[in-house]
């Protein structure tokens, strides 16, 4: 009969089954002053749930987003765009015809008014930019670029400019390639006027466009208020992304 043996020899652990320490991704310096500005991105990434109002002339508009999936709503008078985290819905209330592109508009906003933290989504590319100067006055800028695949529009190319004493977010320029498919080299302009404070964050209150001639920024557009904003550590209820039986997929 054979005697069973124990190895006396230590086990061997296989590191490849070890994980990995996660290293908090890093961002220039410049463009994380801006986000310490606006409240943090730690105060941010905490946040599950946006909301907010915006009044126009035949009725408000009310965007709902989950900040972690990036579902959404936008409720208007006559009509309720929604994405539902693969695609695009319309639901009419009435005959009117929506006259706008449901695909381009149900994350436009949320964008525009979720700066500066949407610039610290994965898969962007950060670079110095030349200064914009506007009624005597540099504001430094940082170019972003994305990957090849990254959003509905990964040509789209924004430079956000900041104030360089408080660092807050003073200007956006953008670019829109979502309808040529190209990039371009017309921007944009968004001065980033007032801003509000909501649950910790640094928020905007107005938005105003601008005119460009050659290049060059002119006079104001228009303004866009926000309103009863909301931005919160709870989910926002799932089933309003969900795409209604009376609602049509948009391609």
């Not at 940082?142 to 430079?159: M, N, P």
Request: charged letters at 30%; glycine letters at 6%; one cysteine or more.
């Amino acid at each position: 009969m054979l005697s069973c043996k124990q190895s006396s020899e230590p086990k061997k652990v296989d590191t490849k089954t070890i994980e990995k320490e996660i290293v908090p991704k890093k961002y220039p310096e410049a463009i994380s002053k801006v986000f310490e500005a606006h409240g943090g991105l730690d105060v941010w990434n905490d946040m599950k749930s946006l909301s907010f109002t915006m009044p126009k002339p035949d009725g408000n508009e009310i965007t709902t987003v989950n900040l972690k999936n990036r579902k959404s709503r936008i409720e208007m008078p006559k009509h309720t765009i929604g994405f539902d985290g693969k695609e695009v819905w319309l639901q009419s209330k009435d005959t009117t015809t929506y006259k706008g592109n449901p695909k381009f508009y149900y994350n436009l906003m949320f964008y525009f008014y979720a700066m500066p933290f949407v610039l610290s989504d994965n898969g962007i590319h950060y670079e110095n930019a030349t200064a914009l100067e506007f009624e005597d006055k540099q504001y430094p800028g940082i170019k972003i670029s994305y990957e090849s695949g990254v959003g509905e529009s990964s040509d789209d190319e924004y430079v956000m400019y900041y104030d360089p004493e408080t660092y807050q977010m003073a200007w956006l320029g953008y670019t829109v390639t979502y309808f040529s498919k190209e990039k371009s080299k017309d921007f944009h302009y968004i001065k980033y006027y007032e801003w509000q404070q909501v649950n910790g964050l640094l928020l905007p209150k107005i938005l105003q466009w601008y005119q460009v001639v050659d290049g060059k920024i002119t006079e104001k557009r228009n303004d866009v208020e926000f309103i009863d904003v909301m931005v919160s550590k709870e989910k926002s209820n799932p089933t309003i992304f969900v795409k209604p039986e009376n609602a049509e997929s948009v391609e």
